[in-house]
């Protein structure tokens, strides 16, 4: 709420317009305090240095605040004059685009009574292009008046026609409806238990625990494995008995290794505001802008803020563009906030990287600096994980197929 009566207040300045003022003197302070005690309504004002400030004012308190700066010895310039009365003073004798600007502006809100564009999102599998083709059946589509469509009902009525979806949300902003729609989640296809497969490494390590549940154990405790090695066999052979194929099943822990590396600067490029700027208003219906500024934007690096001032969705914009110069400032990085951001980041990929229930043992960090510009992080870490990953058994001696 309080955003909104934020936005209000700016459009109500907006409207009935404003300047904005740079106040010199050396009884600035003087000058601020006659302003609050006879109750002038200026705004955002910001302390330049001792004698010189920046403010904004409406038209109408305008003469006293020059009133007041005459009492105090300061003087009062204007830096730009905003606002639509001023916009309506510039093209006073341009009376031709005004009235097309006009007739532009009804023809805008008459078309903005309509759905033009749909922007259809789904979730778990469902197809936009179909959900899109079922609602322009059912009227929601390019073109349609506002007025027509009773958005609950029409979400009813999906949901009871279409058992695969969970939910639809459907929102209209401005000329533009959005759809957001859920499938129903389906049941995950369980692996099946008669599947003979082996179990084999999926990462170098030392074995540090074993436990079998089903199939015959390979490798034992203690030993060293690479990546595909099988650690538990499907395929149990015994003297004098027919060889068994079985789902192979079990854990293997075992002690892993690591090494993660990032870098950070230790140098690094600010840009920071000069306190010069240029605030322009832009009028902005359909791919049609008019543009209103003070002086042309002659800085070399710049920062561009911009809000539109109309606080909902309407067919035309009133937007307000400010333009702040800015430098380039070099800073150091602090070596010690540097590290600590590094170790971070490294010690995040490396959680990525383990096995879910990976437990982290032990670990060396190792710091670099290059060229006195980056700093090297690496974490050096031993983990404790699980290894293991079946893959199916092949029959025809060709290799196996890995099953998640």
Known sequence: MRGIGLVSIKLWNFLRGYVIIKVEGLAIEKFLNLVMVNEVYIWDVERKNYTTLTAKVSTK????VLQYAKKTGC???????????????????RKGIVLGFLLSVLLVYLFSTFIWEIDVKTVNGLKEEEVAKKLSEMGLKSGVSKFKIDINKLEKEFLLNNEEVAWIGINVRGTKAFVKVVGKTKPQKVLSKEEPCNIIAKRDGIIYKMTVLEG??????????KTGDILISGIIEKPGLDTMFVHA????????????????????????????KIVATKIIIGSNTITFTSRKIEFEKFKKEEKNLIPYEAPFKIVKEVYYEVKPEVETVPIK??????????????????????KVVNKKEKYEVIDGRILR???????????????KISYTGGEGKKID
Request: no cysteine; net charge neutral.
């Open 61 to 64: 308190a305008f003469k006293e």
């Open 75 to 93: 003087s009062v310039f204007i830096v730009s004059k905003n606002g639509l009365p001023f916009v309506i003073f510039r093209l006073r004798k």
């Open 216 to 225: 015959e154990a390979v490798k034992k405790v203690g030993d060293t494995v």
């Open 249 to 276: 099943d079990g854990e293997v822990l075992a002690r892993t290794w690591y090494e993660i590396s990032v870098e950070e600067e230790l140098k690094r490029t600010r840009w920071v505001k000069t306190g010069e």
């Open 337 to 358: 906030e540097a590290k600590e951001k590094g170790r971070k980041k490294a010690l995040e990929e490396l959680e990525k990287v383990i096995s879910p229930g990976g």
């Open 377 to 391: 992080v690496t974490v050096m870490a031993e983990v404790l994980e699980d290894i293991g990953v079946k893959e």
